[in-house]
């Protein structure tokens, strides 16, 4: 992933998903599982899953999802707002992907579609 630094890039989860998480009575702890895809990643682009589910309406998603990015925002010093911006983006990068072979996206309209987001967060994590 080419990214404006590479500073700008944390260790990711990158399959972060209920499925994928073991969470204690009361909310008190919560335990990942499958790290078969980590790696780096923006801050926020592997909260796309939650984005989804919160935009769907899903009330736990949307509780969830706020806390994740409160999270994310206070962890790695970034603004809620880009961490949810990070997560939409990612959210429909994927969508794309996925979609490809019904529509006419080929696969250098993803990578620039990528190159959008990431450009679109570096631009806007410099500002603050």
């Given at each position: 992933?080419?990214?404006c630094?590479?500073?700008?890039?944390?260790?990711?989860?990158?399959?972060?998903?209920?499925?994928?998480?073991?969470?204690?009575?009361?909310?008190?702890?919560?335990?990942?599982?499958?790290?078969?895809?980590?790696?780096?990643?923006?801050?926020?682009?592997?909260?796309?899953?939650?984005?989804?589910?919160?935009r769907?309406?899903?009330?736990?998603?949307?509780?969830?999802?706020?806390?994740?990015?409160?999270?994310?925002?206070?962890?790695?010093?970034?603004?809620?707002?880009?961490?949810?911006?990070?997560?939409?983006?990612?959210?429909?990068?994927r969508?794309?992907?996925?979609?490809?072979?019904?529509?006419?996206?080929?696969?250098?309209?993803?990578?620039?579609?990528?190159?959008?987001?990431?450009?679109?967060?570096?631009?806007?994590?410099?500002?603050?």
């Amino acid at each position: 992933m080419d990214l404006c630094e590479d500073s700008r890039l944390v260790f990711s989860h990158n399959d972060l998903h209920f499925h994928n998480m073991w969470i204690g009575e009361n909310n008190s702890r919560v335990k990942l599982i499958d790290y078969g895809m980590t790696g780096k990643n923006v801050p926020g682009a592997e909260l796309h899953h939650f984005y989804n589910m919160q935009r769907a309406g899903d009330d736990r998603s949307v509780w969830f999802f706020e806390c994740l990015v409160d999270g994310y925002s206070r962890v790695f010093g970034v603004p809620s707002h880009i961490i949810r911006s990070a997560a939409c983006y990612y959210a429909l990068l994927r969508r794309v992907r996925r979609l490809q072979p019904n529509i006419q996206f080929n696969q250098e309209s993803c990578d620039m579609l990528e190159r959008y987001v990431q450009e679109f967060y570096c631009f806007s994590s410099q500002r603050f």
